[in-house]
Nanobody
């Protein structure tokens, strides 16, 4: 299972970016896909997750209402649309795959089996 996150870059506060998570050799539809981020000096945190069976979506409180996760079945890609970006959103973003989105309370746990390389998102103030 190989995943690759892309679409990061430098954006001003209030701007938007769309991250993509692409897969090679397998179909993403069979997996729950999570988005996580890690800022310098901080622990990796869950941002969003989309389940495989029912398509339910989950978001951390810090991004709810601003980020949207979605699947493009034809392109075998999962997207993370990020709007109203803030400087505190600056981090390396990763996508990951597993059977389920694992949550404890409102937290999306970064304990998925398969991880891609990250993409850097920098939001300037």
């Amino acid at each position: 299972v190989q995943l690759q996150a892309s679409g990061g870059g430098l954006v001003q506060s209030g701007g938007s970016l769309r991250l993509s998570c692409a897969a090679s050799g397998f179909t993403l539809d069979s997996y729950a896909i999570g988005w996580f981020r890690q800022a310098p000096g901080k622990e990796r945190e869950g941002v969003s997750c989309i389940s495989s069976n029912d398509g339910n979506t989950y978001y951390s409180d810090s991004v709810k209402g601003r980020f949207t996760v979605s699947r493009d079945h034809a392109k075998n890609t999962v997207y993370l649309q990020m709007n109203s970006l803030k400087p505190e959103d600056t981090a390396v973003y990763y996508c990951a795959a597993d059977t389920y989105c694992t949550r404890i309370g409102a937290s999306i746990m970064p304990i998925m089996d398969y991880w891609g390389k990250g993409t850097l998102v920098t939001v300037s103030s």
